[in-house]
Nanobody
Framework: EVQLVESGGGLVQPGGSLRLSCAAS????????MSWVRQAPGKGLEWVSA????????TYADSVKGRFTISRDNAKNTLYLQMNSLKPEDTAVYYC??????????????????WGQGTQVTVSS
């Protein structure tokens, strides 16, 4: 059974940091590109970041560039998202997603082969 299990979310004050993790199982993690996608309350999906199979190539949405860092440990089958300088507008459910072929529409759930259940991040004072 394929599973992507996110963890590390929670309540943090503006300017704070969180590190999200996504534990993968049931498929060959190292063969899949991975993304983080988020959904704020009452809004649609927003692509956040992506990383190549080996981790050598990363991309970011302009809204998080310079504040978030995506990484992966293929030996541990785990994806990470280090989030610094958090803002209230970063409040959302964060999902990790895996793709065999690079998505054409980055924020479409249907473009991904695997999708996690999400972890809530709330940035508030």
């Amino acid at each position: 059974e394929v599973q992507l299990v996110e963890s590390g979310g929670g309540l943090v004050q503006p300017g704070g940091s969180l590190r999200l993790s996504c534990a993968a199982s049931g498929f060959t993690f190292s063969s899949y590109g991975m993304s983080w996608v988020r959904q704020a309350p009452g809004k649609g999906l927003e692509w956040v970041s992506a990383i190549s199979t080996g981790g050598g190539s990363t991309t970011y949405a302009d809204s998080v560039k310079g504040r978030f860092t995506i990484s992966r440990d293929n030996a541990k089958n785990t994806l990470y998202l280090q989030m610094n300088s958090l803002k209230p507008e970063d409040t959302a459910v964060y999902y990790c997603a895996g793709y065999n072929r690079p998505p054409v529409t980055l924020a479409s759930r249907y473009e991904y082969d695997y999708w996690g259940q999400g972890t809530q991040v709330t940035v508030s004072s």
